[in-house]
């Protein structure tokens, strides 16, 4: 004959006492837990933002160190004096393309990463972040572009833009598949590489541009989980406005989910 009964502990936690007489013994299994410490402090995760770092340093030194610079002159003369080309204006439109890209393959049943609501903040914080990081050290660093139009050279917005879409794509996709992360990174390398192409960039705005896109991103991934916490409580939301930057002009946008 199995006797049972329940015993509440101060916590209340649940606990089954087994008395089995065949046995002699008694057993204690645990039904439920209610754990009630403070979640674990979130480590800032340095390694992953020496790269982005590291690409920062050597575009802002190529601007200030003769040997570096000669980089600058010679991608130059590769890219644009020799051959002369006729510009183009796709690079415009690619910087954006890999975000594009995750709002695609979502609606078409390819899951990334984050909801709509989710993923929408991320790439908002993203922009947002380097909005305040880049805009600012155009206007201090002065350096002139290679067509001479004017003095915001360093770093390369276009550049920035293409690394932030590439590096959310990576991020929102990373655990479905690798490639889509070297899609995107593909696609903002190939905008680096046109504004080089067009003469609107050095080599060092280029590379530097890359690492302020992939830091934005990688902070915003940071962050969010804790703004997250405080605004939203499992609610869903199918509206999202974000700031915008373009041309040299703020402005906002809006996403709605259908």
């Not at 050279?153 to 690394?163: C, D, I, K, L």
Request: some cysteine.
């Amino acid at each position: 004959m199995l006797l049972t009964s329940q015993v509440c502990h101060a916590q209340s936690d649940s606990v089954t006492i087994q008395y089995n007489p065949k046995t002699s013994f008694v057993d204690t299994l645990p039904k439920s837990i209610v754990w009630s410490s403070a979640p674990e402090k979130r480590v800032f995760p340095y390694k992953s933002f020496v790269v982005p770092a590291v690409m920062i340093a050597y575009g802002y030194t190529a601007t200030h160190n003769n040997k570096l610079n000669t980089w600058n002159l010679k991608a130059k003369d590769e890219i644009y004096t020799e051959r002369m080309p006729s510009k183009v204006g796709i690079d415009n439109y690619l910087q954006f393309a890999p975000m594009v890209a995750v709002y695609g393959l979502n609606a078409v049943g390819i899951k990334g990463k984050n909801n709509f609501r989710d993923r929408t903040m991320l790439y908002a914080m993203s922009q947002l972040i380097n909005s305040v990081l880049v805009f600012p050290v155009k206007k201090w660093s002065a350096e002139t572009r290679p067509d001479n139009s004017n003095q915001f050279s360093f770093p390369s917005g276009h550049t920035a833009n293409a690394f932030i879409s590439a590096e959310f794509m990576r991020q929102e996709y990373k655990d479905v598949s690798p490639w889509y992360g070297v899609a995107g990174y593909a696609v903002a390398a190939t905008t680096g590489y046109l504004r080089m192409y067009n003469n609107k960039h050095w080599l060092g705005d280029v590379v530097a541009g890359a690492g302020f896109g992939i830091m934005s991103t990688k902070l915003a991934y940071w962050i969010y989980p804790t703004i997250k916490r405080k605004l939203f409580k499992d609610k869903d939301v199918h509206t999202v406005v974000m700031p915008t930057y373009q041309s040299g002009a703020f402005g906002l946008g809006m996403v709605h989910q259908f």
